[in-house]
C-alpha cells in the first residue's frame, strides 16, 4: 500500500500539487485528469526528481521521500516516462538489462531475469533486435519490460498508450494487468485513453489543479459528475 499525506509541491508561484491526500492498494491503479493537473509532478516526486514542500509518502511501511532518488531505485521503484528513455542502437536485452545495474539485483540471475521480463511482455522473440529496429507499440513493451525486470514494488506508468491505435492499446492492456500478479508491485497508470484505464484499473482518482477531485472503484469514478465536469468535458452542473 502507498500513503500520501499532505502532498504539496510548489514552482515559484505555481503549485501543481496542492495539499494532496491519496492511499493506493496493491493492483492497478489509474491516476487521471486534464493537461496540466499535476499527474507527471507527482511521478516526479515518487522518483525523487522533484522535491514536494511538505507532506509524506509511505509505501509498503517505507518514508519513500526520506530515501535518495537512486535507493529508490534499489528499493524497487520502476517508471516508464511519456517520452521513450530506451536507447535505440542497444537490443531489447541491453536495454532492459541497463535497469537491473542500477537496482543491485544478483548478478547471477540478471541475465534470466531480463529474458523472463522480455517473454512477459509478448517480446520473446526480439531479445537481440536493437529497439530502433522495432515499431512503436513494441518500443512501448521494451519500456514496460524496463518497469517489471527484477523484483519491483511500485511501476509507474506515465501514458504508456499515447498515440497507439486499438488494437495495440487492447494488447498493451493485457500487459498491464498482468502486473501485479506476475511481480506483486503496485502499479500506477496514468494515461488519457479512458477505455486503456477502464480495462486495466481496479481503483481511479482524479487529479484536478492539484487536488483529488474523485478516488475509488474505476467505474464509479468514471460516471461521478465532477469528474465529468473538470475532465470529460461534460458541461454538468456540479
Known amino acids: 500500500m502507498i500513503s500520501i499525506?499532505?502532498?504539496?509541491?510548489?514552482?515559484?508561484?505555481?503549485?501543481?500539487?496542492?495539499?494532496l491526500n491519496l492511499t493506493l492498494d496493491v493492483g492497478v491503479n489509474g491516476l487521471i485528469g486534464p493537461n496540466g493537473a499535476g499527474k507527471t509532478t507527482f511521478f516526479n516526486v515518487l522518483t525523487g526528481f522533484v522535491k514536494p514542500v511538505q507532506g509524506t509518502?509511505?509505501?509498503?511501511?517505507?518514508d519513500l521521500l526520506a530515501m535518495p532518488h537512486f535507493r529508490r531505485i534499489r528499493w524497487g521503484l520502476r517508471r516508464t516516462f511519456q517520452t521513450e528513455q530506451a536507447v535505440?542502437?542497444?537490443?531489447v536485452l541491453e536495454n532492459v538489462l541497463t535497469v537491473l545495474e542500477h537496482s543491485g539485483g544478483a548478478k547471477s540471475s540478471r541475465r534470466?531475469?531480463?529474458?523472463d521480463a522480455v517473454e512477459f511482455v509478448g517480446l520473446g522473440d526480439s531479445l537481440q533486435r536493437p529497439?530502433?529496429?522495432l515499431g512503436a507499440a513494441e518500443r512501448r513493451l521494451v519500456e514496460v519490460a524496463r518497469a517489471v525486470v527484477g523484483s519491483p514494488r511500485l511501476v509507474l506508468l506515465d501514458e504508456p498508450a499515447a498515440g497507439l491505435p486499438d488494437e495495440e492499446t487492447a494488447a498493451l492492456a493485457?500487459?498491464?494487468k498482468e502486473i501485479p500478479a506476475r511481480t506483486g508491485a503496485l502499479t500506477i497508470l496514468v494515461d488519457h485513453d479512458m477505455a486503456l484505464v477502464n480495462e486495466t484499473c481496479a481503483h481511479v482518482a482524479v487529479l484536478d489543479f492539484g487536488h483529488i477531485i474523485a478516488s475509488g472503484p474505476?467505474?464509479?469514478v468514471l460516471n461521478d459528475a465532477r469528474v465529468m465536469a473538470a475532465y470529460l468535458g461534460e458541461d454538468i452542473d456540479v
Open 57 to 62: 509518502v509511505t509505501a509498503f511501511g517505507d
Open 174 to 176: 493485457q500487459v498491464i
Open 5 to 19: 499525506s499532505s502532498l504539496t509541491v510548489r514552482f515559484g508561484g505555481v503549485v501543481p500539487i496542492d495539499d
Open 112 to 115: 534470466r531475469d531480463v529474458v
Open 218 to 220: 474505476t467505474a464509479d
Open 88 to 91: 535505440a542502437e542497444l537490443t
Open 131 to 133: 529497439v530502433g529496429a
